[in-house]
């Protein structure tokens, strides 16, 4: 079965970094789209980041984090990334891994409605 794994989550100051790993499994993640998504606490989901999974997959962020954050990939063994710098309070959040595994699989501004799966989450607290 799919699974969706994340790791790298934890409890920072603000304008601190972390990384984010999504280590997928189950299913072929070559040419479809992986997503990384947060849920603060009585929020909505909200789409944080997308990349094609091919060598030089295009990328997608919310507006709330282009600049700060990064999406990547490591095509051989299909693992998703998300640096994330110059964290704020407001980026405070379970963050979620997602994958599109549609034959017509599309990337764009993530959307919660275009993924499929989803991982368990890992919890990012930024505060002072």
């Known amino acids: 079965q799919v699974q969706l794994v994340e790791s790298g989550g934890g409890s920072v100051r603000p304008g601190a970094s972390l990384r984010l790993s999504c280590v997928p499994s189950?299913?072929?993640?070559?040419?479809?789209?992986m997503g990384w998504f947060r849920q603060a606490p009585g929020k909505e989901r909200e789409g944080v980041a997308a990349?094609?999974?091919?060598?030089?997959?295009?990328?997608y962020y919310a507006e709330s984090v282009r600049r700060r954050f990064t999406i990547s990939q490591d095509l051989a063994t299909n693992t998703i990334f998300l640096q994330m710098n110059r964290l704020n309070p407001d980026d405070t959040a379970v963050y979620y891994c997602?994958?599109?595994?549609?034959?017509?699989?599309?990337?764009?501004?993530?959307?919660?409605?275009?993924?499929?799966?989803w991982g368990q989450g890992t919890q990012v607290n930024v505060s002072s």
């Open positions: 990349i094609w999974t091919a060598f030089g997959g295009a990328e």
């Open positions: 189950g299913a072929s993640f070559s040419k479809k789209c």
């Open positions: 997602a994958a599109d595994l549609r034959r017509g699989a599309i990337c764009r501004d993530p959307r919660v409605a275009d993924f499929q799966y």
